[in-house]
């Protein structure tokens, strides 16, 4: 009797046998295939060409899955494939999308959760470095993907009367990300854009960025530890009276001038960091 299997079984049966991480024939008698195609009866799914057999036919679309998530992960995490290693790296990919296979018609958001696997991943080098640079590179990637919205203008801040300042509330352009790290990641991950062979050690040594989309890119801006709290205080809505005031206290003798917050809030609106603010 001939084997009738429906379309979407068909569907389950090729995601189990194409994300399997052993070899062909063990993923063609993995449970989760045999419960859409018994591996006996292949040869009615899938016929054999004149010069593969249907194992060898169903082989090719396997045997490219791993080098297909391997070329979506270092594309966006080039940086840590960098630090790594091809060798580190390949390794990295086998284990992580044995945990994280592909669940999306697209591969954009794949990588989600490497920053986390990596914290337990067996055979990681310098776990802390390489999580800060995952978590980095991950912020970019998302950045990348999100929506485009215009930056408020000059002519709009100049439009704000003077009094209504104090209580206005900015909001950040839907592509932000406000992140702490261990490590000198960001100077890490420029140095390799740049191709230049003289990176940052993995050392600690603190460090803060903004990742931000403006114009249809991506930019990556270093910051201070008190600009990243300032920051990290008006993102979060607080008013930007309360917020400056609590930046100029923050720190002690080394607490911020007011001529400071100036520029860096001028900065960062010329930047395109803000999209909106409320009064």
Known sequence: MALETPLDGLQRWMQAVVVHPGTT?????SPDAQREVPAEALGEVI????????V??????????????????????EALKHFLGDRGFIDLVRDYVK???SRSYSLNRLGDHLPEFLETASGIRR??????????????ARVFDAPEMPPLSEAALA???????????LRTVPGFELLSFRYPVNAYLQT??????DHPKPRVRSSWAAVYRHDYSVWRLDLTRPEHDLLRDLSSGQPLGAATATA????GRRAPKEDDLFAWFRRWASGGMFATVDL
């Open 248 to 251: 100029l206290k923050r720190g």
């Open 56 to 77: 060898e036919r169903v082989g090719v679309y396997h045997d490219m899955y791993l080098l297909r998530m391997h070329d979506c992960l270092a594309g966006d995490y």
């Open 47 to 54: 016929l054999p060409s004149p010069t593969l057999s249907p």
């Open 192 to 197: 390799v854009r740049d191709d230049d062979h």
């Open 159 to 169: 439009a704000i009367p003077e009094a209504a300042w104090e209580g206005a509330r």
């Open 25 to 29: 024939d063990e993923a063609v008698a």
């Open 99 to 101: 945990q994280h296979p």
């Open 127 to 140: 776990r802390g470095f390489s999580v800060d640079l995952a978590r980095l590179e991950r912020a970019v």
